[in-house]
């Protein structure tokens, strides 16, 4: 198994720009989330998903969209990137009824 | 709303024990849990409790309290690579894990 990748590792954006963070499992998990993690603020809950076709907001969703169409893949999309977006995103997975997430091994976003 | 509260830096030497301790204020709780993080790498689960006690697993113990909601995680013999940031994190309904800022262990020859 793979478990949990990221792609891109690292990707520079101007101001305005619109992208797509790509999240993969292939562990079967039903729940799947997106977090920043800034300096000094730990780890932040973007968006979460319980399975294909549900998703919700977590604490700092603005400026970001994700959607599940398969239990596998959950994106996050920015719309136009913004200097406060600079940070490292870690997707994560977790099966139904396990304690244990498993966390790929994000992406370096740097906006200009 | 939710709130984690955990030290944000703590120091020791090889082969002693430390205690990182964490408080929360939540609703919908479900368990506690505990993730390290070595310097530019991804988080990896150490331990979980969902009832009120310690749990052991080798040289780490994670300890609930959810009358106090207050939890700690215990590490014990000290190893230089133990140096990391450690999370506590909340359970909240079970699909939504919401982490603390972190504490940075420093572990000193």
């Known amino acids: 198994n793979a478990g949990v990748t990221q792609t891109p590792k690292f990707q520079v954006l101007k101001t305005g720009q619109s992208m797509t963070l790509q999240c993969a499992q292939d562990?079967?998990?039903?729940?799947m989330s997106w977090y920043r993690q800034d300096p000094g603020m730990g780890l932040r809950l973007i968006h979460y998903?319980?399975?294909?076709?549900?998703?919700d907001q977590g604490e700092v969703p603005n400026g970001y969209n994700v959607s599940r169409s398969t239990t596998e893949d959950f994106p996050l999309r920015l719309l136009s990137a913004a200097p406060s977006q600079t940070s490292v995103y870690f997707c994560?997975?977790?099966?139904?009824?396990?304690?244990?997430?498993?966390f790929g091994p994000g992406t370096r976003l740097l906006v200009l | 709303g939710q709130s984690l509260e955990q030290p944000s830096e703590v120091t020791a030497v090889e082969g002693a024990i430390v205690q990182i301790n964490c408080t929360y204020q939540t609703s919908g709780f479900y368990g506690l849990s505990w993730y390290q993080q070595h310097d530019g790498g991804a988080p990896t689960f150490l331990s979980y409790n969902a009832l009120d006690g310690l749990e052991e697993t080798g040289r780490f113990s994670s300890f609930l309290s959810r009358s106090d909601s207050y939890g700690y995680l215990l590490l014990q013999e000290l190893q230089m690579k133990d140096s990391a940031s450690y999370f506590c994190?909340?359970?909240?309904?079970?699909?939504?894990?919401?982490f603390g800022t972190g504490t940075r262990l420093l572990v000193s020859p």
């Open positions: 994190a909340v359970s909240q309904g079970f699909q939504k894990l919401v």
């Open positions: 994560a997975s977790r099966g139904w009824g396990q304690e244990t997430q498993y």
């Open positions: 562990m079967n998990h039903e729940y």
């Open positions: 998903s319980v399975g294909a076709g549900i998703t």
